[in-house]
């Protein structure tokens, strides 16, 4: 998978593929970014890279030229990929798009700074807009780590098998189930005493019911888009007549 981010803060950008599962990832070559700056397609002495909108008010908008030149050298290297615009008007990322972009083509994330770009670029040269989630941040970048980080897990060898992608939150349309490590007390508060017993199909059940009941507390936005088969209404029901009584 190789992705390219066009951006006005690469270095920014470069430590999402410093640290951790992105990094061995990246040495591995399973993945491959590179970054490109619309400053280095200025002409003028002061690399101007903002421009005022025409209508008035304040703020500023990416200059266009300087953008579209990185754009066209980026699709010269790259011409399949697909261009992604990251703002806060886009379609909101959910894991199976994730999953879908690994498995389709390669990435051009484009990061929007100041009060974003001109119209036209996002017509003319933008194949879909994503968002992160429903804020407005300073620009593009993070919300592009964010993708480049979720879609990394998910190229088949990105992860050790101790955290395959199959264990992910969501990976079952479900949220996670609650986890424990040492001390067995915590200020009172005891670990569950069938994580103690290495019973693996009551700890299985018991780690399916708590993430099903999590996912019914916090998301049943969730739950409602799922068809849930008998073994899981069951231990739902459990849940919520145990959560009931407490
Ligand atoms: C800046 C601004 C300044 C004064 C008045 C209005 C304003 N709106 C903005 C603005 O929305 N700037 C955006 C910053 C332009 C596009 C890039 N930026 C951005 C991307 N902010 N938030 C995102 C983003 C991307 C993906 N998912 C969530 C948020």
Request: charged share 25%.
């Amino acid at each position: 998978m190789r992705i390219d981010v066009i951006t006005l803060f690469p270095e920014l950008v470069r430590a999402v593929i410093e640290y951790g599962v992105v990094s061995r990832a990246a040495e591995k070559g399973l993945m491959q970014l590179n970054l490109w700056n619309p400053r280095d397609y200025t002409k003028d002495k002061h690399r101007t890279v903002d421009d005022r909108p025409y209508g008035g008010g304040p703020g500023m908008l990416m200059k266009v030229e300087p953008l579209l030149a990185c754009i066209a050298d980026v699709r010269l290297q790259n011409p399949d990929a697909l261009l992604v615009y990251l703002s806060p008007q886009g379609k909101l990322l959910k894991q199976n798009l994730i999953n879908q972009a690994v498995l389709s083509q390669n990435l051009i994330l484009l990061c929007g700074r100041y009060e974003g770009i001109d119209e036209r670029i996002i017509q003319q040269e933008v194949d879909e807009e994503w968002s992160i989630g429903d804020y407005v941040i300073s620009g593009g970048e993070l919300a592009a780590m964010v993708c480049v980080d979720a879609i990394t897990r998910q190229i088949p060898g990105a992860l050790g098998h101790e955290d395959s992608a199959e264990l992910d939150s969501f990976s079952a349309g479900l949220l996670d189930c609650p986890h424990y490590t040492r001390p067995e007390t915590i200020n009172g508060l005891k670990v569950p005493e069938v994580l103690l017993n290495g019973n693996h199909k009551l700890i299985q059940n018991w780690r399916d019911k708590q993430a099903l009941g999590k996912t019914w507390k916090q998301r049943p936005d969730l739950l409602q888009q799922m068809e849930l088969d008998d073994r899981q209404k069951g231990l739902l029901k459990e849940f919520i007549a145990e959560s009931e009584k407490a």
